[in-house]
């Protein structure tokens, strides 16, 4: 087991990462939020499988928990089914000390936190990611929100949890196609920040891919390191966490252009980091390898690197500059100086990001 301890000015709390490790959830909560109460909320596809197990370690515990399920999915990442999860927790009178625990991936996370931020104005907040994703990216950090008919995650709040709980072997039950979309991130983390986990995770691919549990646990604990990293250098976004969001600006592009029904986030990130990288190369920012690694390291993990048929350069463009990072017209993106190093950058022409979007169709 790797203990990763995420440390804030007003607030610390540790990330337990290991195989198995639902089975200790009970006693991990209770000392982290001591109460006899609490709040599960469980993604209903693994109900039976890694909720149960959540469910009865806190029950072994001493607590007497009300379980409630939500689905996954960004449409039911609302409003509505965080006002669905109030009602079983108001009825059964939770206190404010009793804890919200959140078993699924990014979409239980993010829900079941907002939960916990807003619920009698805010409860400790446990996750159990279930997800590569959730894991390495979306569980550390406090971000927590519901997505709105407008655009995505534009309700939330910053409610930092006071445990994570990473249970390595519930990836083993996750739908591959998911599991190489939380890999995009893992190699996004090795552009960013460092070079040798990139390497890492090139050399490891096979382990990787095949659930070895050694390689997942130092694959998680690599990059929690990272994510929480950045988090304690730029807890509110104010600005290296930005960094994180090499690729994205193309991706979020990519999904809103194809009605978020045909690319998965990851695999929208995967195409964005191939067009940022190339950007960076084109405008003389970086040396041609970086990209060049990168597209050849994120087809080996089964992503994507082109796509003939991606909306219209114009389409993309247009939703690009319709988003609220843009200023004076210019798009703001986080293009790659070298392996390991970013900046945020502003002036970028924008015929010289057409034509990186015109790269991924070829
Ligand atoms: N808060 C943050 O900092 C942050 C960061 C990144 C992403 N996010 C959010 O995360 C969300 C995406 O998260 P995600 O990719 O985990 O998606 P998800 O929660 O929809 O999970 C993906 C799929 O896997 C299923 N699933 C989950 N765990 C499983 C398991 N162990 N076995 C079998 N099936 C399982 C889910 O039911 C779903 O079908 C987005 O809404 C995004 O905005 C948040």
Redesign the pocket.
Known sequence: MATVDLVLPHHRYPIQIGPGLLADLGKMVREAAPHNRATLII????TE??GAAARSSLESAGFDPVAATM????DH?TLATVEKLYHPMLDARLERKSPVVAV???????TG?FVAASYLRGVPFVQC??????MV?????????V?MPQG??LIGAFHQPVLVVIDTD??????KR?FI??LA?CIKHGVIRDPDLFDWIDQNADAILGLDSSALVELVERNVRIKAAVVMEDEKEAGVRAHLNFGHTFAHAIEAGTEYGKY???EAVSLGMVAAARLATDTGRCDAAVADKLTVLLSKVGLPTTAKDLPATSKLMDIMLSDKKVADGKVRLVLPDKLGAVSIVSDTPNDRVASAWDSLRS
């Open positions: 993604d209903d596809k693994i499988t890694h689905h996954a999915g960004e990442k699924g991936g990014g979409i239980v996370g993010d936190g990611p279930t997800t590569l994703l959730a990216d979306a569980s550390v950090g406090g971000k927590v929100g997505n995505k995650n519930t990836l083993k039950t996750l739908p998911d979309c939380g991130e998965l986030h990851g």
